[in-house]
């Protein structure tokens, strides 16, 4: 009778407690970290609208580029381990949750024991055979905060693996992007290699006629000949360099190596618009930002859970069930077994290990706060490092677009005035020489400038609105053949 009335009292009082339970450790409160109001940039930034809010296949306007990074977030390695590590920390909030619940348990045993009993006229044995089985329960009431601060943790590891998830998202999508702009960059410079080629082999052909009809001496064949063989270098270097390109870009799409498609030329890209926003939704947008900022939450929580451990744990419990005995025959009694009861165990000397483990979680949320803000500062580094790129871009590929159109106009008039016999051949020689390294370094800026746009989308944390299936599912579907000029690989599940 005192025992029920004994556990009636205990679990009447644990919900008091609870409800008049402490919290330990401060509650989260985001670091003062003062941002500027503008991004330091070249050009005048006013737009309320940023690139970052608009999805990836809404910035990258060539339709086998969005089939590549298709196929890149569906079969990426990385990817598949982010989602991964997504699903980890999801089990581990469980598992965190599932300690302020109670914890049910079933128990049986059965044993024989034989004895032997020396008596003085005649030794005999006594065999004991028993049997135990019943349900068990146990409860920590969480009086100090330390599930709830656990959990909390917990919870925001699972998110900061979101955002690397979404950070993986996004990496991929513009590293497809930015390493289709340089296969087509080379494929540009491939065809100008090519024609300077054709053009040297002519000259070749042109000097090796004059010398063998007693007009020229050999040095012109010998020059020509050279050019012609730098050509054909350079050729054979730009043929290995897009198969390598397109090696990276297999291994992207989460496949073996093999000949990427292409759509539109290099010199048909369009440069999309590309409007920066607000500094403050910086904060808002980066995956790296948004993780480290959940990384100090979850730190902040260990601090509360470390305070917790200075104080006892209480819990209750409770057993139910029966024990049989059977003793020779002579007894063979099944009891019923019930208790309930509760606990309090606190520390009481530990050698310090309580203040150290304090101490290392109030200092990994000092590195935490470090980490936050450093990611920060690295944020608007990059965002200004891509604006003045985007400047210097568009006025070097403008001036290179100059340049090209007066080489051009300057090789064609000195071929006139070689066949108009105003000029030697060498002087179309030196107008082919600067045009054709004009013509590479213009692709090069022509790249530059669309992969300023991939940087920027990436620095400004593009997409960010964008869920992990919209990421996957949101954007068109893969071009079909007559849109690629090749057969689509299909997507893998």
């Given at each position: 009778?005192?025992?029920?009335?004994?556990?009636?009292?205990?679990?009447?009082?644990?919900?008091?407690?609870?409800?008049?339970?402490?919290?330990?450790?401060?509650?989260?409160?985001?670091?003062?970290?003062?941002?500027?109001?503008?991004?330091?940039?070249?050009?005048?930034?006013?737009?309320?609208?940023?690139?970052?809010?608009?999805?990836?296949?809404?910035?990258?306007?060539?339709?086998?580029?969005?089939?590549?990074?298709?196929?890149?977030?569906?079969?990426?390695?990385?990817?598949?381990?982010?989602?991964?590590?997504?699903?980890?920390?999801?089990?581990?909030?469980?598992?965190?949750?599932?300690?302020?619940?109670?914890?049910?348990?079933?128990?049986?045993?059965?044993?024989?024991?034989?004895?032997?009993?020396?008596?003085?006229?005649?030794?005999?044995?006594?065999?004991?055979?028993?049997?135990?089985?019943?349900?068990?329960?146990?409860?920590?009431?969480?009086?100090?905060?330390?599930?709830?601060?656990?959990?909390?943790?917990?919870?925001?590891?699972?998110?900061?693996?979101?955002?690397?998830?979404?950070?993986?998202?996004?990496?991929?999508?513009?590293?497809?992007?930015?390493?289709?702009?340089?296969?087509?960059?080379?494929?540009?410079?491939?065809?100008?290699?090519?024609?300077?080629?054709k053009v040297y082999g002519?000259?070749?052909?042109?000097?090796?006629?004059?010398?063998?009809?007693?007009?020229?001496?050999?040095?012109?064949?010998?020059?020509?000949?050279?050019?012609y063989a730098q050509s054909?270098?350079?050729?054979?270097?730009?043929?290995?360099?897009?198969?390598?390109?397109?090696?990276?870009?297999?291994?992207?799409?989460?496949?073996?190596?093999?000949?990427?498609?292409?759509?539109?030329?290099?010199?048909?890209?369009?440069?999309?618009?590309?409007?920066?926003?607000?500094?403050?939704?910086?904060?808002?947008?980066?995956?790296?930002?948004?993780?480290?900022?959940?990384?100090?939450?979850?730190?902040?929580?260990?601090?509360?859970?470390?305070?917790?451990?200075?104080?006892?744990?209480?819990?209750?419990?409770?057993?139910?069930?029966?024990?049989?005995?059977?003793?020779?025959?002579?007894?063979?009694?099944?009891?019923?077994?019930?208790?309930?009861?509760?606990?309090?165990?606190?520390?009481?000397?530990?050698?310090?290990?309580?203040?150290?483990?304090?101490?290392?979680?109030?200092?990994?949320?000092?590195?935490?706060?470090?980490?936050?803000?450093?990611?920060?500062?690295?944020?608007?580094?990059?965002?200004?490092?891509?604006?003045?790129?985007?400047?210097?871009?568009?006025?070097?590929?403008?001036?290179?677009?100059?340049?090209?159109?007066?080489?051009?106009?300057?090789?064609?008039?000195?071929?006139?005035?070689?066949?108009g016999g105003r000029a030697?051949?060498?002087?179309?020689?030196?107008?082919?020489?600067?045009?054709?390294?004009?013509?590479?370094?213009?692709?090069?800026?022509?790249?530059?400038?669309?992969?300023?746009?991939?940087?920027?989308?990436?620095?400004?944390?593009?997409?960010?609105?964008?869920?992990?299936?919209?990421?996957?599912?949101?954007?068109?579907?893969?071009?079909?053949?007559?849109?690629?000029?090749?057969?689509?690989?299909?997507?893998?599940?």
């Amino acid at each position: 009778m005192r025992i029920a009335s004994l556990s009636r009292s205990i679990l009447l009082a644990g919900p008091a407690i609870m409800l008049a339970a402490c919290v330990q450790g401060p509650d989260y409160a985001r670091p003062d970290v003062p941002t500027p109001t503008s991004f330091r940039s070249p050009i005048a930034l006013d737009e309320a609208s940023s690139i970052a809010d608009a999805p990836w296949w809404e910035v990258f306007k060539d339709p086998v580029l969005h089939g590549l990074v298709n196929q890149a977030l569906t079969a990426n390695p990385d990817v598949a381990v982010a989602a991964a590590r997504v699903d980890q920390a999801r089990a581990l909030v469980g598992v965190a949750k599932s300690e302020a619940l109670p914890q049910i348990n079933y128990e049986g045993g059965y044993s024989i024991e034989r004895t032997f009993i020396p008596f003085p006229n005649a030794a005999t044995e006594a065999e004991y055979r028993g049997a135990r089985g019943g349900i068990s329960a146990a409860w920590e009431l969480d009086v100090w905060g330390r599930v709830k601060r656990s959990t909390e943790a917990a919870r925001a590891d699972l998110f900061a693996q979101e955002e690397v998830r979404r950070g993986v998202l996004l990496s991929l999508v513009t590293d497809v992007a930015a390493g289709y702009f340089e296969l087509l960059t080379l494929d540009q410079q491939l065809r100008i290699a090519q024609e300077s080629s054709k053009v040297y082999g002519e000259n070749v052909d042109f000097f090796t006629r004059r010398f063998e009809a007693g007009r020229d001496t050999r040095l012109p064949v010998e020059r020509s000949e050279a050019n012609y063989a730098q050509s054909q270098d350079r050729v054979a270097d730009l043929g290995r360099r897009i198969a390598v390109q397109e090696n990276v870009l297999s291994i992207l799409m989460g496949s073996y190596p093999t000949t990427i498609p292409r759509g539109r030329l290099l010199t048909d890209q369009i440069v999309p618009p590309v409007p920066v926003g607000a500094t403050t939704a910086l904060l808002q947008r980066r995956p790296d930002i948004r993780q480290a900022e959940q990384m100090m939450i979850s730190a902040n929580a260990q601090v509360g859970v470390a305070a917790a451990n200075y104080f006892p744990r209480i819990g209750l419990s409770a057993f139910f069930g029966s024990q049989s005995i059977n003793f020779e025959s002579a007894v063979n009694q099944t009891f019923s077994i019930w208790n309930i009861g509760g606990s309090l165990v606190g520390p009481l000397f530990d050698g310090g290990r309580l203040d150290s483990e304090k101490a290392n979680r109030e200092a990994y949320w000092d590195e935490m706060v470090g980490n936050y803000r450093k990611t920060i500062l690295t944020a608007f580094k990059d965002t200004s490092d891509v604006l003045y790129a985007q400047k210097a871009s568009a006025e070097r590929r403008a001036a290179l677009e100059n340049q090209v159109a007066a080489l051009q106009r300057a090789v064609d008039l000195s071929m006139q005035r070689f066949k108009g016999g105003r000029a030697d051949y060498y002087e179309v020689l030196e107008a082919e020489q600067q045009l054709y390294p004009a013509q590479y370094s213009l692709a090069e800026a022509r790249r530059d400038q669309l992969a300023a746009v991939v940087s920027l989308y990436k620095a400004l944390g593009g997409g960010w609105q964008l869920t992990p299936d919209q990421w996957t599912n949101g954007s068109p579907t893969v071009p079909t053949s007559e849109t690629t000029g090749s057969t689509p690989q299909p997507k893998r599940k």
